[in-house]
Nanobody, 124 residues
Framework: QVQLVESGGGLVQAGGSLRLSCAASGRTFSSYNMGWFRQAPGKEREFVTA????????YYADSVKGRFTISRDNAKNTVYLQMNSLKPEDTAVYYCAAKKTAGGIRRMTEYDYWGQGTQVTVSS
């Protein structure tokens, strides 16, 4: 069992930055691939970014490539999402998620554990 707790959301102006954190419980964090997803009002939850267990490989949605960076610190059981050059369309609830297997890392249905989400609001 893995429990995930996101933090770092808030209100920011367009062009600004935020860093989200996701703290995981348990001793096996390093064996999980980690992802960030987001859900805007009235829209489906969508993939944002993911990182493999060791941090060697990262994946990004086209909409955030070059602006967002995912990283992880296995010693601290934490995954981060650095968001720069934020746009109003980035406004959403951001969720972190964990999965054991490497395949389907962009697919929401492949993830085993989810956090409660943190709100990010970007004003224009």
């Amino acid at each position: 069992q893995v429990q995930l707790v996101e933090s770092g959301g808030g209100l920011v102006q367009a062009g600004g930055s935020l860093r989200l954190s996701c703290a995981a419980s348990g001793r096996t964090f390093s064996s999980y691939n980690m992802g960030w997803f987001r859900q805007a009002p009235g829209k489906e939850r969508e993939f944002v970014t993911a990182v493999t267990t060791s941090g060697a490989y990262t994946y990004y949605a086209d909409s955030v490539k070059g602006r967002f960076t995912i990283s992880r610190d296995n010693a601290k059981n934490t995954v981060y999402l650095q968001m720069n050059s934020l746009k109003p369309e980035d406004t959403a609830v951001y969720y972190c998620a964990a999965k054991k297997t490497a395949g389907g890392i962009r697919r929401m249905t492949e993830y085993d554990y989810w956090g409660q989400g943190t709100q990010v609001t970007v004003s224009s």
